[in-house]
């Protein structure tokens, strides 16, 4: 590539982000593309971001390339049967016929869509991050001699076990299976690619076992917390509690949150916010009305970064159940806001939240008995709550920077396009 090709990167590259879906408001995924988009603008990179649908909102200065799909997975409308005029080639045909099959084509399908953009964009970038896409068309792009970086906020596989658990049936365990199936491919595409971004060690750890990445390959660099989450300037609701989690996910360990405040309830004047959208008639919805805590338990979603900084500020204290994070994104935000939290022990929250009743308690994943206990602990003492909130947010301010985040990743993108060119000059040599 050339010396003086490289300093020039270094002071502006031309970065292309790949992913295959990135939904604005909710999801790892989207909210990871807008902050560093951003944050890589400011920095002085030229930044597009090649997104499937549903797409991201990007900031100012960030340039969007769509990348349609049939959009089979779409609200209000999910596994929908798209008319015979939609179908535009053969991987729209392989799209639906993996849905059909009870499969989840999306990082296949976009993969493939994204390395025909690609190849039809060979000058237009110094590297390409791959947003835990790991299709087998992201391999088709680094061999066309772009430089990439691929992120694995955690794998998926943690999420297949626990589904596989929860699952009431053996006809919906082999669903669950095939659904999973695009795990297959994402471990050999982890296995091969050249540079891997994680968010925390607990994934990193995770990759290497079950990816079976090589250690060296990869880098930590965690996520960052927006600007606008702040404490609150009016008063919190007394016995308000706040949880931020995809209501039937079993993963995030709802179950386990509303048996635990179903207990509180007998007892004390309280309410539950979840910040998600249920499943019309899903488990949530179903264990509300078994435990008969309806009139205590409201939903929210559908609002502003602003209307949920707001949400998030008015509680007395946040819970996050989740029986396994990459990061958990949300824990590190209600720091932000100076709301004390009760946590989960379990994946990377323990890394988020630093030593134990700092800024936050930590329970037992599952444990409903532990939970209710926690919370009513923490119910009961102002003082604590008042503590435990300021150190989250002092601990914000030091650790997670989308800033930093942004540094730390054009860094990861320097040695990718390094390692490229001496891998390149390597093979004209040996022909």
Not at 95 to 114: D, L, Q
Not at 225 to 249: C, H, K, L, N
Not at 288 to 308: K, Q
Request: charged letters at 30%; proline letters at 7%.
């Amino acid at each position: 590539m050339g010396d003086t090709l490289a300093k020039e990167r270094s002071q502006a590259l031309r970065i292309a982000m790949l992913s295959y879906r990135s939904k604005p408001h909710c999801g790892g995924q989207g909210i990871y593309l807008r902050h560093l988009s951003r944050e890589l603008t400011k920095l002085g990179h030229q930044v597009e971001v090649i997104s499937g649908q549903p797409y991201p909102e990007l900031d100012e200065g960030v340039t969007l390339t769509k990348v349609p799909s049939l959009d089979l997975y779409r609200d209000p409308d999910p596994f929908r049967v798209p008319g015979l005029g939609e179908f535009r080639d053969l991987v729209d045909v392989e799209e639906f016929a993996t849905m059909c099959v009870a499969g989840f084509p999306e990082p296949k399908t976009f993969s493939k869509r994204a390395a025909k953009l690609m190849k039809q964009r060979r000058d237009d970038f110094d590297v390409v991050h791959d947003n835990q896409v790991l299709g087998y068309g992201m391999l088709d792009i680094e061999r066309m001699g772009f430089p990439m970086v691929t992120s694995i906020h955690h794998p998926i596989t943690f999420d297949r076990r626990i589904d596989l658990e929860a699952a009431p049936t053996l006809r919906k365990k082999l669903t669950l299976r095939r659904w999973y199936g695009f795990l297959r491919m994402q471990g050999k595409v982890a296995r091969k690619v050249s540079k891997i971004l994680t968010v925390s060690e607990s994934s990193e750890r995770d990759i290497v076992k079950d990816f079976g990445v090589d250690p060296e390959r990869i880098q930590v660099i965690p996520l960052g917390v927006d600007d606008g989450f702040r404490p609150p300037t009016e008063p919190r609701v007394p016995g308000r509690i706040v949880a931020m989690a995809s209501a039937d996910s079993p993963i995030k360990g709802i179950s386990t949150l509303l048996e635990a405040f179903a207990k509180l309830r007998t007892e004390r004047d309280v309410e539950l916010l979840l910040v998600t959208k249920p499943e019309p008639g899903g488990r949530t919805e179903k264990l509300i009305e078994e435990l008969a805590i309806g009139d205590a338990v409201r939903f929210v979603n559908g609002i502003s970064d602003a209307e949920l900084v707001q949400v998030m500020g008015s509680a007395e204290l946040a819970c996050v159940p989740s029986l396994y994070e990459g990061f958990s994104l949300p824990t590190a935000e209600l720091m932000a806001c100076e709301t004390p939290l009760v946590v989960s022990r379990a994946g990377a929250i323990p890394e988020v939240v630093g030593p134990e009743g700092l800024c936050a308690d930590l329970v037992p994943p599952g444990d409903v008995g532990e939970l209710e206990l926690a919370l009513a602990a923490l119910l009961d003492d102002p003082e604590r709550r008042a503590r435990m909130g300021k150190a989250g947010r002092e601990r914000v301010l030091e650790k997670f920077s989308w800033h930093a985040v942004a540094v730390a990743t054009a860094a990861a993108y320097e040695e990718a396009i390094a390692a490229s060119g001496a891998s390149q000059t390597a093979e004209r040599n040996n022909r």
